[in-house]
Each structure stands twice: as C-alpha cells, then as structure tokens.
C-alpha cells in the first residue's frame, strides 16, 4: 500500500518557505542599494581609517576589528543608525517638519569636513539614483516637501520608507553595508588577506546585530559618541601627505 504524505503540513512548511511579492522586492532593494557595486562612491572614503593606518592604530586584523568595533557600537555607526531609524519613521508619517530637525541634526553630527564630504555626497547619489531607477509617489512627494540635502543614513532611510521596506532589515543591511566598506578599507590599507577580512566581518556580526537592536530602540536623546580617537583621525587625514581615501 502506498504511503500518503501529511499534505496540509507540507503545504504549510513550503508556505513558510517562500516570500510574498513585497518581500522579494524588500530583499532585492536592499541587497542592491547597499551593495559595494551600488554607484555612491563608498570606496573611496576610509572614515579616518588611513589616518589610523597610518599612525600605528591599525596594524593587523585584530586591531581593526577592535577599532570597528568601537565605531559599530559606541561612535558614528549607532549615531547613524538611530538617524536612519527617525528619518524611516517620519517619512512613513508624513511629517516633514520633524524629517527636516533630523536632517539638519544628522548633518550637524558629523565631526570632520571630510567626513561631511563622505556621507553628504554618498547621500546625494544615493537620492539621485534611487530617484533614476526607483522613484514612486511618496519618494517625490517628500523630496518635494523637505528640499534639503541629506546625509547618507537619512537618505536610506527616507527611501527605504517610501519603497515600505520594513525598518529592522532596512537598519541590518545599512550597518551591514557600512562594515564591510570599512573591512574593504582597512585590508587594502593594512594591507589583510580576504581571509582575514572575512574573520573581521563574521567577529563584527554581533556587534551589528547588538547595534541595530539599539538603534531601533533608542530616541534622539540617546544620541551620542564616544570615539575620540577616530573623530581625530577623519580630521589629521585632511592633512596627512599621502592618501589613497578621501577621508
């Protein structure tokens, strides 16, 4: 006699299995939006990471995990992370006034001249070119209504909302994206195999996760950083005499 299979059971695994339209659109977006390959010019910015190198700071992979670290959790990548996260929400609300605050504060964070070249101008493409290839109504709309430049992590999050991709992957792709531009720095600096470099990555991954839970969780009362020694660095790189990064 044949066997019959538990049919509803199977059904309900394969269900679970498959992602619905707007979720393979969600995933898509992101994986193409925060790629390295994505057309901002990510890596030609170091985030004071030649300076570090340069200086003694960085040395080997476990100095630069160390240092990224520190960055991840306690500097400008929970900074930026808690900015994506109020400029995801206050374009799902409509409410322009507060997205405008958070621009300007956002902006108003960064500790260096270079560092404002790298995160406004990534911000600017980032805008220019989801508008090219991805523009919808509410993209326009609040582009329209704010008429301001946006640093990088209030341009993700803007357009992220406007696409309605979900605020948590959003938050894990972004910091995702970040880590591994700083990991693609620091190996051509140090110089770090693609071994060891992966070694960093898979150490950090933590670190992004702890950092984005906190981030999605935090207020703009709980912004702050505490990366001295990093924020010094973006400002000597300005001066240092030979550079391959422009921050």
């Known amino acids: 006699m044949l066997m019959r299979t538990n049919e509803p059971a199977a059904d309900a695994q394969d269900a679970r299995e ?15 939006w925060l790629s390295p390959a994505f057309p901002v010019g990510a890596f030609s910015y170091s985030s004071g990471i030649e ?60 500790p260096s001249r270079e560092r404002h070249l790298e995160t406004s101008a990534q911000g600017r493409a980032f805008i220019e070119i989801a ?10 709309q609040t582009l329209a209504a704010c008429e301001i430049s946006m640093v990088y992590p209030i341009a993700v999050g803007v357009v992220s909302a406007a696409h309605a991709i979900p605020l948590a992957p959003t938050m894990h792709a972004f910091l995702h994206g970040l880590t591994s ?12 195999g693609q071994t060891d470099s992966q070694r960093v990555l898979a150490l950090l991954e933590p670190v992004v996760a702890a950092t984005a839970l906190r ?11 505490a990366t001295f020694r990093a924020d010094l660095a973006s400002m000597r790189h300005e001066s240092q005499y030979t550079r391959l990064f422009r921050s």
């Open 18 to 32: 498959r992602m619905n339209e707007s979720e393979s659109a969600a995933l898509y977006r992101l994986m193409t």
């Open 51 to 110: 300076w570090a190198v340069e200086s003694g700071d960085i040395a080997d992979a476990d100095s630069l995990s160390h240092w990224l670290c520190t960055l991840l959790a306690e500097g400008s990548g929970f900074c930026d992370a808690v900015f994506l996260a109020q400029a995801h929400r206050a374009t799902l609300s409509r409410d322009y006034a507060q997205l405008r605050d958070i621009a300007e504060l956002a902006a108003a964070f960064v």
């Open 131 to 140: 508008r090219a290839a991805w523009n919808n109504d509410l993209l326009g």
């Open 181 to 192: 531009n700083w990991i693609s720095a620091g190996a051509r600096l140090v110089p770090l």
């Open 215 to 225: 981030a999605l969780n935090a207020t703009v009362n709980d912004l702050g950083s």
